[in-house]
C-alpha cells in the first residue's frame, strides 16, 4: 500500500480536461513540495511538475499541478491520444527520511 | 545531454547478492544527490534509496534497510547499490536517478536494469 494515494485509473475523451488526486499526510505532502511523474509504457518516469506547480523546460502547459494542504492535484487540459500514461505523484516524507509515491493512476483517453 | 546507464541486473537465487551501477554522463555527477528507485512488474514506484552528493547522508526505505547498501564515487562518475539477502519481492526494475540540491525534484531517470530473484 503506496504512502500517497491516487485513483488507480482516470479517463477522458480527447480535448477534455481530467485531474489526477494525491492525498498524503502532514509529514509527506502537509510540509513539502509535491513532484509528478509521467510513465509511458515501457520506458522510465518523466518529472512532469516540481515544487508543487513548476513545470520543467519542454512540458506543455497543458499540465498544471496544485497543493491544498494534505492534497495535490494534477490537471490536464486539451487531452490528447498521447497523454494515455500512467501518472504518479511524489513528496518527501519527514517522518520516514525518504521520497514516497503514490501508487499511480492510470489515465486512458478514449 | 543527462545520461543515466544502469547494468549489473540479472537473475539471482533467493538469498543471493548482487551489484548494480549507474553510470552519469552530460553533467557535473557530484552536484547532484541520487537515488534508486524500483518498479516491480506491473506495480508503481518505490523509492528505496538516497544518497547526497558528498555521501554524508545516506538514507534507505525499510523494505531495504540492513540489506541494501547505497555508494558512490565521484571521481568515476558512478552510483552502485549493493544488494545482499535477495528476496523474491526484491523482483523489479531498479533505476538510477538524479536529484536536484535547488528545489529537490528527481528530475532524470535512468532506463533501469532488471533484477529478477527466483529459484
Known amino acids: 500500500q503506496s504512502v500517497l494515494t491516487q485513483p488507480p485509473s482516470a479517463s477522458g475523451t480527447p480535448g477534455q480536461r481530467v485531474t489526477i488526486s494525491c492525498s498524503g499526510t502532514?509529514?509527506?505532502?502537509?510540509?513539502?513540495?509535491v513532484y509528478w511523474y509521467q510513465q509511458l509504457p515501457g520506458t522510465a518516469p518523466k518529472l512532469l511538475i516540481y515544487s508543487n506547480n513548476q513545470r520543467p523546460s519542454g512540458v506543455p502547459d497543458r499540465f498544471s499541478g496544485s497543493k491544498s494542504g494534505t492534497s495535490a492535484s494534477l490537471a490536464i487540459s486539451g487531452l490528447r491520444s498521447e497523454d494515455e500514461a500512467d501518472y504518479y505523484c511524489?513528496?518527501?516524507?519527514?517522518?520516514?527520511?525518504?521520497?514516497?509515491f503514490g501508487g499511480g493512476t492510470k489515465l486512458t483517453v478514449l | 545531454e543527462v545520461q543515466l546507464v544502469e547494468s549489473g541486473g540479472g537473475l539471482v537465487q533467493p538469498g543471493g547478492s548482487l551489484r548494480l551501477s549507474c553510470a552519469a554522463s552530460?553533467?557535473?555527477?557530484?552536484?547532484?544527490?541520487m537515488n534508486w528507485v524500483r518498479q516491480a512488474p506491473g506495480k508503481g514506484l518505490e523509492w528505496i534509496s538516497y544518497i547526497s552528493r558528498a555521501g554524508s547522508n545516506i538514507f534507505y526505505a525499510d523494505s531495504v534497510k540492513g540489506r541494501f547498501t547505497i555508494s558512490r564515487d565521484n571521481a568515476k562518475n558512478s552510483l552502485y547499490l549493493q544488494m545482499i539477502s535477495l528476496r523474491d519481492e526484491d523482483t523489479a526494475v531498479y533505476y538510477c536517478?538524479?536529484?536536484?540540491?535547488?528545489?529537490?525534484?528527481?528530475?532524470?531517470w535512468g532506463q533501469g536494469t532488471l533484477v529478477t530473484v527466483s529459484s
Open positions: 536517478a538524479r536529484e536536484t540540491v535547488t528545489s529537490h525534484e528527481i528530475d532524470s
Open positions: 511524489a513528496a518527501w516524507d519527514d517522518s520516514l527520511s525518504g521520497w514516497v
Open positions: 552530460g553533467f557535473t555527477f557530484s552536484s547532484y544527490s
Open positions: 502532514s509529514s509527506n505532502i502537509g510540509s513539502n513540495f
